[in-house]
């Protein structure tokens, strides 16, 4: 019988472990992939192991009926005799009950099925051909004072280039590049180059090392911006404004300070001085506190019994789940520790994620008045009010969210594929896991929450916004076949992208289309009048969110019920709030209905849309939510 060749048992892997910073972004594949093919290095290394015979021997007969090779220890496993014997003697093998003779002179031949035999063992090698790791550069500041904010230096820097050689007895000979085309060369592993001031959109790095093992690093990119500030014509330099310059630079290279959140994405500089604050994280979790009178917050505390309100007028509701006059008084204080229990969560994922704060609570405040359960009327769950069509943008636009859900749900080798490669039904599988995920109703906890899972689900809307920002930024590119940055600025790109979150990639892409047809400039006042009708609720979304009061203080969210005709506010003066035992100053007072025949406070109350009225941050635009074409 012939013998099957030992297949290869041993993998070989090389663990490098090199510098690391947090404040260091994750590099993106376009950005660190060199011009030539990924991994030029390579060589071959001899392997020495032990290989085991074994056989695969039928009790009867004695025949061997399969011989197998491994190179570890112990019986073989059965996947290994399944690769290498047959399907038939496979299943006997496996099927076989331990030999018991019954009496001492039974012979062994009267045993039924196989048994496993360690014919011979022997010590073999072999060679095995493995990728090296290719040199690395990476960029920093010097020259700078320590006592400035950070991206803010009181004389013009240099930018430090340094290049490291993963590979022993070998070094780095020299750093090549050129700063807004003019090309530089520095012998070493350092080289610092000399800045200068540029536009508003930068210069482009490019740059890279040569190693003395005969190749070089890929070649990497920059955007390099430097804009001064101050008083520069001042004599002897006595001026209130004292000169200084903003720097920024993006680039999966940079070791400074994180950049704003996705404006590596986008490639996109905020504007100078730093975004406004509605694209904020504040130093600390406490100035995050809001006093909103939140309508929905107080009349679900109510019907849940968190609040009595049995002595008000039809028991503190005047409709299902909306609080009257006497029952958000009553609710009050409750609503205020209510909206702000999850602020040093928010921060904390803030300053891991890098997503705005400020950005996260607005968004909860006006998607679901930070109820993290679920609704009746829409298939949406928690603070940001997921859809299976926002869980899908999250698991195909966000790959690393992507490898550490799916094992939860499929197979690694199912993981492996990628969710745009899963049948059908495994993506619907995923993501209608991650919509219970973010779902906190749970109706044996205190007010029907579990406050642990509502605390988990911030992390996923933050890396769902991460995954919006991808897919905005593509939708750019593919769409004018620049990068986005380049097109429209840092905070329109941000109200994109709560389209994007809100209304769905096809509302977007076609007002993106429509303007950029018409040869207009792709920023939010010319998309924005580009919007369908049906989508058109998207923009008081966005002005929710990042306008009124600056952003500094969320909005409520609108209501409403679909067919109905929405009942009539009511007339409410907030109650002094409790003092909240914090070193935080609240923002006194909140947004207030003025008396009238059934509307609220612009901004605030049952807008309108076409096709009925949304609930808390539903979106009822058939686009809204759904692929684009």
Same mark, same amino acid.
């Given at each position: ?100 003779? %019954? ?21 073999? %090698? ?65 080289? &610092? ?18 190693? &003395?093992?005969?190749?070089? %690093? ?32 993006? %680039? ?378």
């Amino acid at each position: 019988m012939a013998r099957k060749i030992a297949a290869l048992g041993g993998i070989l892997a090389l663990v490098l472990i090199g510098l690391s910073s947090s404040s260091i972004p994750i590099a993106r594949a376009e950005e660190s992939t060199p011009t030539e093919e990924p991994y030029a290095r390579r060589t071959t290394l001899t392997f020495e192991y032990t290989a085991y015979q074994w056989w695969v021997v039928e009790w009867r007969t004695n025949w061997i009926a399969c011989e197998l090779v491994i190179e570890h220890e112990g019986l073989p496993y059965a996947d290994e005799i399944r690769t290498w014997c047959e399907p038939h003697v496979y299943n006997l093998w496996r099927n076989t009950q331990p030999c018991v003779l %019954s009496t001492p002179d039974q012979p062994l031949t009267s045993c039924p099925g196989y048994y496993l035999h360690l014919a011979e063992q022997w010590q073999a %090698s072999r060679e095995i051909e493995v990728e090296l790791p290719l040199p690395t550069v990476w960029l920093n500041l010097e020259g700078c004072s320590p006592e400035l904010p950070p991206g803010q230096c009181d004389r013009l820097p240099l930018l430090r280039l340094e290049a490291e050689e993963p590979l022993p007895n070998e070094i780095i000979i020299a750093v090549n590049g050129s700063l807004g085309g003019e090309p530089f060369t520095c012998r070493g592993a350092t080289c &610092s180059i000399p800045l200068r001031p540029t536009g508003l959109n930068g210069e482009t790095l490019e740059f890279w090392a040569d190693s &003395s093992y005969g190749d070089s %690093s890929p070649h990497y990119t920059a955007l390099v911006r430097v804009l001064p500030r101050g008083d520069f014509m001042a004599p002897e330099g006595n001026t209130d404004q004292q000169p200084y310059y903003y720097v920024d630079i993006l %680039s999966s290279q940079w070791r400074g300070s994180a950049p704003a959140s996705c404006a590596e994405t986008w490639q996109a500089f905020p504007e100078p001085g730093g975004p406004p604050p509605w694209l904020s994280t504040p130093d600390d979790p406490q100035a995050l506190y809001s006093s909103l009178t939140l309508y929905y917050l107080a009349g679900i505390l109510i019907s849940r019994g968190e609040i009595d309100a049995t002595d008000c007028p039809s028991g503190g509701l005047q409709a299902p789940l909306i609080a009257n006059a006497c029952g958000v008084q009553r609710a009050y204080d409750l609503v205020l520790e209510w909206q702000n229990r999850f602020d040093e969560e928010i921060w904390r994922v803030a300053q891991e994620s890098g997503v705005p704060a400020q950005l996260l609570k607005n968004i909860f405040s006006r998607e679901s008045q930070f109820w993290p359960g679920i609704y009746q009327s829409y298939r949406e769950a928690g603070l940001g009010q997921l859809t299976e069509n926002g869980a899908d943008t999250l698991l195909l636009w966000n790959p690393g969210f992507f490898a550490q859900f799916c094992p939860l749900v499929l197979h690694q080798s199912r993981c492996d594929l990628g969710f745009g490669n899963l049948k059908a039904e495994e993506q619907a599988m995923l993501r209608g896991a991650l919509v219970r995920q973010v779902n906190a109703s749970c109706p044996e906890c205190p007010a029907g929450i579990d406050l642990t899972q509502a605390q988990f689900s911030v992390r996923v809307f933050a890396e769902g916004l991460k995954a919006n920002c991808e897919q905005v930024g593509r939708l750019i590119s593919n769409l004018t076949g620049r990068r986005a940055g380049e097109i429209s600025s840092y905070t329109d790109l941000w109200r994109f992208t709560l389209v994007n979150y809100n209304a769905g990639p096809g509302c977007l892409l076609r007002a993106l289309r429509g303007a950029y047809a018409a040869g207009e400039p792709l920023d939010w006042e010319h998309v924005a009048a580009h919007l369908e009708p049906v989508c058109q609720s998207a923009i008081d979304y966005v002005r929710d969110i990042s306008e009124r009061l600056s952003g500094i203080q969320p909005t409520p969210t609108s209501w409403v019920y679909p067919g109905q005709t929405p009942p009539s506010p009511p007339l409410v003066i907030p109650p002094t709030p409790t003092p909240r035992p914090t070193s935080a100053t609240p923002v006194p007072g909140g947004p207030t209905p003025t008396p009238g025949p059934g509307y609220y406070p612009p901004g605030t109350l049952f807008p309108t849309q076409p096709g009925g009225y949304p609930e808390p941050g539903a979106t009822a635009t058939p686009g809204g939510n759904y692929p684009g074409p």
